[in-house]
T-cell receptor, first 115, second 112 residues
Framework: AQTVTQSQPEMSVQEAETVTLSCTYD???????LFWYKQPPSRQMILVIR??????QNATENRFSVNFQKAAKSFSLKISDSQLGDAAMYFC????????????FGQGTRLTINP | DTEVTQTPKHLVMGMTNKKSLKCEQH?????MYWYKQKAKKPPELMFV???????INESVPSRFSPECPNSSLLNLHLHALQPEDSALYLC???????????FGPGTRLTVT
């Protein structure tokens, strides 16, 4: 079984500052992908960033980057230069490659941006 | 274009009604998904279609009936729902190469 844990139900950050959202996971699979999704109050789930487990290099998408620690089963998201539009619920998710390819989500972290 | 569309945006139905939710994508994705999301919770997988065939049913009650008429369309037929079925229903489509899933805006369903 696979599990994803987000230990921070809520976080807040000042506009233009940097914030890191935590995620840990558990899986016995060797091949898997990790994702961060963002769901603003308007409710559309948006893919933020993807990390392949076989890649050592941390993924980066503009102001969003991850710290992927495979041995520790940790996958944190760093948001630099936070903007008001970054306010949303952030979900960490795991997808195994073999067998039934089901996204397993964490419980989410609600991020508030203070102007 | 990474757009998945869903109709209707909102739906209110009685427990004896029959209604359908519709999802459409034109990205050439061959996997499509239905999720149910309760307030302040993560999405829960309901069904997965791969190449227009049902590949995963997460033990969903039979009052929910999925249908995939073609590779671009996904329907969810609803019948005799319960008030606890009220939720946001999300559709997603996925690529087979990088395993990304793209979500639609959802249908907010209220069962009265």
């Amino acid at each position: 079984a696979q599990t994803v844990t987000q230990s921070q139900p809520e976080m807040s950050v000042q506009e233009a500052e940097t914030v890191t959202l935590s995620c840990t996971y558990d899986t016995s699979e060797s091949d898997y992908y990790l994702f961060w999704y963002k769901q603003p109050p308007s409710r559309q789930m948006i893919l933020v960033i993807r990390q392949e487990a076989y890649k050592q290099q941390n993924a980066t998408e503009n102001r969003f980057s991850v710290n992927f620690q495979k041995a520790a089963k940790s996958f944190s998201l760093k948001i630099s230069d936070s903007q008001l539009g970054d306010a949303a619920m952030y979900f960490c998710a795991l997808l195994r490659i073999q067998g039934a390819q089901k996204l397993v989500f964490g419980q989410g972290t609600r991020l508030t941006i203070n102007p | 274009d990474t757009e998945v569309t869903q109709t209707p945006k909102h739906l209110v139905m009685g427990m004896t009604n029959k209604k359908s939710l519709k999802c459409e994508q034109h990205m050439g994705h061959r996997a499509m998904y239905w999720y149910k999301q309760k307030a302040k919770k993560p999405p829960e997988l309901m069904f997965v279609y791969s190449y227009e065939k049902l590949s995963i049913n997460e033990s969903v009650p039979s009052r929910f009936s999925p249908e995939c008429p073609n590779s671009s369309l996904l329907n969810l037929h609803l019948h005799a729902l319960q008030p606890e079925d009220s939720a946001l229903y999300l559709c997603a489509s996925g690529t087979g190469t990088v395993y990304e899933q793209y979500f639609g805006p959802g249908t907010r369903l209220t069962v009265t």
